[in-house]
């Protein structure tokens, strides 16, 4: 079993900066792939950034390259360094973990979910 838990939402001006924290414990061969999802208002839950423990490997959608940065300080924290946040940012962020080691895409991939932290961006 794994637990998550994140933190570090809040309310950031466009253009500013924010970072998100998730807390895991449990089984590490749970957490191969660490991940942050986003769910903005009305619409479906959307890949951000992917961490490959193992390798170090990364992946971000294209709407965030260049802007985020997923990381981990120690085992147990996964890092989401976010920068020139702009409307589109707003969302629930989620933090999730699986022990795939290898395409960690989509949310079926991830059997371990926090219960996710609010990040609203204004204009």
């Known amino acids: 079993q794994v637990q998550l838990a994140e933190s570090g939402g809040g309310t950031v001006q466009a253009g500013g900066s924010l970072r998100l924290a998730c807390d895991a414990s449990?089984?590490?061969?749970?957490?191969?792939?660490m991940a942050w999802f986003r769910q903005p208002p009305g619409k479906g839950r959307e890949r951000v950034a992917v961490l490959y423990t193992r390798n170090s490997g990364t992946v971000y959608a294209d709407s965030v390259k260049g802007r985020f940065i997923i990381s981990q300080d120690g085992a147990e924290k996964t890092l989401l360094q976010m920068s020139s946040l702009t409307p589109d940012d707003t969302a629930v962020y989620y933090c999730a973990a699986s022990p795939r080691l290898v395409n960690c895409i989509a949310p079926t991939d991830f059997p371990y979910w926090g219960q996710g932290t609010q990040v609203t961006v204004s204009s």
């Open positions: 449990g089984d590490v061969s749970s957490r191969h792939c």
